[in-house]
């Protein structure tokens, strides 16, 4: 659809009302949330990437074009949180120390909530003893740790051997995810699984707590 062709541009030039109206139009219009995401934003978002990464584009614009990624989400909450009767159990969300990117974590998040989980966000840039005290506190059934740098990554094995310190890594399942994650890095930390995406994070979480 041409609002889809909308959004990706409206995105990348970081036109924040604009994403987040025609975002509401399409939900309206009854398409696909995941169509939207990924025909739109995603695709949007891919671009900025690209630009951001061969300096065409800088942090300023970077900043305004997940100024539009989060107005679209919050559009696009109800309809992917929307109440689910099932309790699938708590998970807390969180992006590791040093590290601020957060849309693909409040994705997974959003859908995690669709599932019938509870979900608790704690935020970006937090640190490993901060984290593992809220898994002793809230004692949720899913840990899921966000990253997007490969400098932030370790903090995903720093966390794991942090909840191994404190006796209590065998009370949570932890799930990894954000772009440089692969599999195999999932595995050299001891995470419990894998989430390249958000609807995958969502299939694993409710794997886990079977
Ligand atoms: Co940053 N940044 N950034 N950035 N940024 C990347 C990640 C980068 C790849 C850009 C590039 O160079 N091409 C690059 C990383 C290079 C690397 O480490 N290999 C980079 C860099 C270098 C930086 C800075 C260092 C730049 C600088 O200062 N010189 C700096 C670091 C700041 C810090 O964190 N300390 C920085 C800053 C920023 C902004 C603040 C400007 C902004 C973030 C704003 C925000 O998040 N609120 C930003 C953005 C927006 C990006 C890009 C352009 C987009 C990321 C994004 O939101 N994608 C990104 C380029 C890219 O990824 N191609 C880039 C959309 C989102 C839906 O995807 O987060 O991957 P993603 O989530 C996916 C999956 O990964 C998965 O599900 C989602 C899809 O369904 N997923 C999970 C993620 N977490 C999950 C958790 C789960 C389950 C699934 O459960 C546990």
Redesign the pocket.
């Known amino acids: 659809s041409e609002k889809l062709g909308k959004i990706a541009d409206g995105l990348l030039h970081g036109k924040i009302d604009e994403v987040g109206e025609l975002t509401q139009e399409l939900i309206n219009d009854g398409m696909d949330p995941e169509e939207i995401?990924q025909k739109g934003l995603?695709a949007g978002?891919?671009i900025?990437?690209?630009k951001?990464?061969d300096c065409e584009m800088f942090?300023p614009e970077?900043?305004r074009?997940?100024k539009a990624?989060?107005a679209a989400m919050e559009k696009l909450r109800p309809v992917l949180s929307e109440e689910s009767s099932s309790k699938a159990g708590t998970v807390i969300?969180v992006t590791v120390q040093?590290?601020?990117?957060?849309?693909?974590?409040n994705?997974?998040g959003m859908m995690m909530e669709g599932a019938g989980f509870n979900v608790i966000d704690m935020g970006?840039?937090r640190k490993t003893e901060d984290i593992v005290e809220m898994v002793k506190k809230e004692k949720p059934q899913i840990l899921?740790?966000?990253a997007?740098?490969?400098?932030?990554m370790p903090k995903m094995g720093e966390v794991i051997n942090a909840l191994k310190e404190a006796g209590i890594r065998d009370q949570v399942k932890v799930?990894?995810?954000?772009?440089?994650?692969t599999d195999d890095f999932a595995q050299e930390i001891g995470a419990d699984a894998y989430?390249?995406?958000?609807?995958?994070?969502t299939e694993k979480a409710l794997e886990l707590v079977k």
């Open positions: 995401l995603f978002m891919d900025v990437g690209k951001f990464r942090i970077v900043l074009s997940a990624m989060h969300m040093g590290d601020l990117h957060d849309i693909g974590k994705l997974a970006i840039d899921g740790l966000s997007l740098l490969t400098t932030t799930i990894v995810g954000g772009a440089p994650v989430a390249p995406n958000a609807s995958i994070g």
